[in-house]
């Protein structure tokens, strides 16, 4: 199936700095991405619909100029978490769907990034 | 909006007792169902998934699901669970419109002693 490749796994950064995360689908074209947020033993919680070319679709209660997300190419979108502070820290998840005409079909899954911020 | 309730938080069972895990959502439209399980340390691992057809789904490791349309349900169902199925399982659901996401339930945990 296809494969969507997140980078890094794990990144510990200071605070104050700024981290970018990268997702790729490997083997298809991802016009739309998805990025996730989840907290230690909590749900994912969409974060942002990140749309290639044009501005990504942010979750009510999300800053968008903290998590500036890029979507420049139909394979990569990236997340930058700007000026990040230990509330910052969690996990975070992009996401790809497949789609036959306007009908969707699977979704696929980053590995996920692990973000700590001291 | 779309959202996803998963009524049972924490489920305790012993080995080969059968597991039921509910999963209800609000969207009035066509969906697209999933199931994911996350085991400690891991990411995401897709268990099964509903798009149209025969609403018994199977999926992987002896899961399977019933799409209840007229109940808004989708739950997860597994005759004899192992130690091994001890994990997190979230239910997801996204409209069946292309350049949509999955909304995730808030996932049950499923300790399961030897």
């Known amino acids: 199936g296809a494969v969507v490749s997140q980078h890094p796994s794990r990144v510990i950064c200071k605070s104050g700095t700024s981290v970018k995360i990268e997702c790729r689908s490997l083997d298809f074209q991802a016009t739309t991405m998805f990025w996730y947020r989840q907290f230690p033993k909590q749900s994912l919680m969409l974060m942002a619909t990140s749309n290639e070319g044009s501005k990504a679709t942010y979750e009510q209660g999300v800053e968008k100029d903290k998590f500036l997300i890029n979507h420049a190419s139909l394979t990569l979108s990236t997340l930058t978490v700007t000026s990040a502070h230990p509330e910052d820290s969690s996990f975070y998840i992009c996401?790809?769907?497949?789609?036959?005409?306007?009908?969707?079909?699977?979704?696929?899954f980053g590995q996920g990034t692990r973000l700590t911020v001291v | 909006a779309q959202s996803v309730s998963q009524h049972n938080h924490h489920v305790i069972l012993s080995e080969a007792a059968s597991l039921e895990l509910g999963c209800n959502y609000s969207?009035?439209?066509?969906?697209?169902l999933f199931w994911y399980v996350q085991y400690p340390g891991q990411h995401l691992q897709l268990l099964l998934k509903y798009f149209s057809g025969d609403p018994l789904v199977k999926g992987i490791k002896g899961f399977e699901a019933e799409f209840i349309k007229s109940k808004f349900s989708f739950n997860l169902r597994k005759p004899s669970v192992q130690w091994s199925d001890t994990a997190e399982y979230f239910c997801?659901?996204?409209?069946?419109?292309?350049?949509?996401?999955?909304?995730f339930g808030k996932g049950t945990t499923l300790s399961v002693s030897s």
């Open positions: 996401s790809a769907r497949t789609a036959t005409g306007i009908m969707n079909t699977e979704a696929f």
């Open positions: 969207y009035g439209g066509t969906v697209n």
């Open positions: 997801a659901v996204s409209p069946n419109q292309a350049g949509t996401a999955l909304i």
